[in-house]
């Protein structure tokens, strides 16, 4: 057990939960518990998918290898499929006193009305009640986990993939514990649907605003943006922002933006969220070392904070390297969105761009294997063109006695790095290797 367990943390991400952003983020929460952590995964939001064990061995490995963290899984039980750690642990009461007891708990991506079904089903919504209401250990959750602990709570799927009319579902109301009756919406700041509105968990403006009259009139919208977090600390009655992006407190319309960085008491974002509190919010006060990870993660980039961002920012490299014909920086800008790509592939969520963003990196890749390919020719293509008819120039001049005028032509193309050789069977030209340092060659005129 961690020797802090009992100055518990709530904590909301976004999005990105297993991406390279939030690696700082996720250790800050580990130190917080000063020691080593009983640490679950919670499956459920995902645990019918078929591809279900794989998403939590990457889970695993990604907490594994950038946190530091060793977890185990508490499975969905419904699908009857033991832990991948402790077989036969598919016991509902062992699943339960697995979380009960867990320094840290964890729960991302899925779908949010399969997880909240099984939750209440299972009785866990309470476990998790109980964590948050007695302050007890780091509960993390995140997307999808994170629709479910409002009062009120969005089914994403069957609205946005299914065509579904916009409702609430009963949500797990764990911040109802904390006087904050809203409806969490993460993913708030989406921008995937390019042409068409996809913000607020691919909602969309008009869709919220319809669901927004359906709320009681003391709650709110509570929006967290991707690769943002919103960490409440149950022992300091504190609220944090963290990362790119900012926590919205919409009412009626009505928006209050939190950004990154701030840190307010719990009492000011009750207010705000019942209405109560004027919509001025202090200026944010950033950490140092704010953003430190995914500055790493896509080094040589801007910062970007998203995968469709970096990819932006290494076209714009690779598109600036090319026009000033610098290989050198074309190819490390290749080099280093394979490396940014590959970062991204820990994500838990099954594709968050990857695909586009390979057939990116392949088209800088034929792009620079089509100007190596001209290059590989040079400078002997392009001279031999040019050389040919100034030889057979010369050779005219030399016959009509002109050697002054041959002996120019000789110093004009010396001047350019490549010397001649006059033969009984006419001139040949040499790339001057000391010029360049170029491997030398050679062509006759003929």
């Known amino acids: ?118 939750w209440h089903t299972l009785r866990l919504g309470e476990i998790l009640r109980e964590r948050v209401a007695r302050g007890y250990g780091v509960t993390v959750m995140a997307s999808a986990a994170a629709c479910t602990v409002g009062f009120a709570a969005l089914p994403v799927y069957e609205v946005y993939k299914a065509g579904h009319p916009p409702v609430w579902l009963t949500g797990l109301d764990l911040l109802g514990t904390l006087g904050l009756p809203v409806a969490v ?13 996809t913000r607020f968990c691919y909602l969309g403006e008009p869709r919220l605003a319809a669901l927004e009259q359906e709320l009681p009139y003391e709650s709110a919208v509570l929006g967290i943006d991707e690769h943002t977090a919103v960490i409440v600390d149950l022992s300091t009655s504190l609220v944090r922002v963290w990362g790119r992006g900012v926590m919205t407190i919409r009412r009626r319309g009505a928006s209050v933006p939190v950004p990154g960085g701030t840190t307010l008491p719990l009492k000011q974002l009750r207010d705000l969220v019942t209405g109560t509190e004027p919509a001025v919010v202090p200026l944010p006060r950033r950490p140092a070392d704010a953003g430190a990870a995914h500055r790493a993660a896509t080094a040589g980039t801007g910062g970007a904070a998203t995968l469709q961002e970096a990819v932006a920012a290494a076209e714009l490299r690779f598109d600036s390297a090319q026009g000033a014909r610098d290989a050198g920086t074309m190819a490390e800008v290749a080099v280093e969105l394979e490396s940014v790509i590959a970062a991204w592939s820990a994500d838990m969520e099954e594709d968050q761009g990857g695909e586009w963003a390979r057939t990116v990196l392949h088209g800088m890749i034929r792009r620079l294997a089509h100007a190596a390919g001209r290059g590989l020719r040079e400078p002997e293509h392009t001279l031999g063109q040019i050389l040919v008819p100034l030889l057979g120039l010369r050779r005219r001049l030399r016959a009509d006695g002109a050697y002054d005028l041959a002996d120019e032509v000789r110093e004009a193309v010396a001047a350019g790095g490549v010397r001649l050789h006059d033969t009984a069977e006419g001139s040949e030209w040499r790339w001057d290797e000391e010029t360049d340092g170029q491997q030398t060659g050679s062509r006759s005129p003929a």
Do not use: C
């Open 185 to 197: 919406i993460p993913h708030y700041d989406n921008a995937e649907g390019g042409t068409h509105d």
């Open 1 to 118: 057990m961690g020797v802090n367990a009992g100055n518990g943390l709530l904590v909301l991400m976004g999005s990105g939960e297993t991406s390279p952003t939030m690696v700082t983020l996720h250790r800050e929460l580990i130190a917080h518990l000063g020691g080593d952590a009983d640490a679950v995964i919670l499956e459920t939001p995902y645990g019918f998918q078929v591809n279900r064990d794989d998403i939590s061995n990457r889970a695993r490995e990604y907490f594994r290898r950038s946190v530091g963290l060793a977890t185990v899984i508490a499975p969905d039980t419904q699908a009857g499929a033991p832990s991948i750690d402790a077989p036969g642990s598919g016991d509902v009461d062992k699943v339960r006193d697995l979380v009960r007891r867990a320094d840290w708990v964890f729960s991302g991506p899925g779908s949010p009305s399969y997880a909240l079904n099984r």
